[in-house]
């Protein structure tokens, strides 16, 4: 069935670093992906997606891009703040038909900025 | 519009006891999906409701129940509780496109 798999944390960062969380996913057909961010005692957010192969999704400075060469989604920003400090979710949809709009998740990856 | 609503935020149960959670979806949005989410881990999907039906079902014992009504709010039972079922529960609606998600109930279950 569809998965997908992000690296693991926690990653810490000084503030104005470069991130990179990867995200590769198993899917059949054009899955849409998406990164959804948790802030601390917080629902889910979405943070940005991509719905077709070589899509760039981005919002706030954090860009991914739809790889389907390589089965990836990663998310990067050139320039953390403390105020990134979250959870952030790889997620998927399948693209079968119908009204299946489940999502199938990543685990995770915990992200810490310092000042 | 007012996004998607949850209630309540917070709830204390003891086990064996039943609960009911609730979820308004943001506006035009007809499909309602609940998740589980314990501590430090991702989102489990529970069931998906649309036009009132369960459509997809996870993981999850007959002890979770729900219902959608006619104006797509959702409701998820959950009977029975256990001290393993405390977690955040996020209802998240959706309408063809992505799916936006409430802020969660937190369930403890002592």
């Known amino acids: 069935g569809d998965s997908v798999t992000q690296m693991e944390g926690p990653v810490t960062l000084s503030e104005e670093a470069f991130l990179t969380i990867n995200c590769t996913y198993t899917?059949?057909?054009?899955?849409?992906l998406f990164w959804y961010v948790q802030y601390p005692g917080e629902g889910l957010q979405l943070l940005l997606k991509a719905t077709k192969a070589d899509d760039k999704g981005s919002n706030k400075g954090f860009e991914a891009t739809y790889r389907k060469e390589t089965t990836s989604f990663h998310l990067e920003k050139g320039s953390v703040q403390v105020s990134d400090s979250a959870v952030y979710f790889c997620?998927?949809?399948?693209?079968?038909?119908?009204?299946?709009?489940?999502?199938?998740w990543g685990l995770g990856t915990s992200l810490a900025v310092n000042p | 519009d007012a996004g998607v609503t949850q209630s309540p935020t917070h709830l204390i149960k003891t086990r064996g006891q039943q609960v009911t959670l609730r979820c308004s979806p943001k506006?035009?949005?007809?499909?309602v999906s609940w998740y589980q989410q314990a501590l430090g881990q991702g989102p489990q999907f529970i069931f998906q409701?649309?036009?009132?039906?369960?459509?997809q079902r996870g993981n999850f014992p007959d002890r979770f129940s729900g219902h959608q009504f006619p104006n797509y709010s959702s409701e998820l039972n959950v009977n029975a509780l256990l001290l393993g079922d405390s977690a955040l529960y996020l209802c998240?609606?959706?309408?063809?496109?992505?799916?936006?998600f409430g802020q969660g109930t937190r369930l403890t279950v002592v």
């Open positions: 409701y649309y036009e009132e039906e369960e459509r």
């Open positions: 998240a609606s959706s309408w063809l496109t992505e799916a936006f």
């Open positions: 506006s035009g949005h007809d499909t």
């Open positions: 997620a998927l949809r399948g693209d079968n038909a119908g009204n299946n709009r489940k999502l199938i």
């Open positions: 899917a059949t057909g054009y899955p849409s």
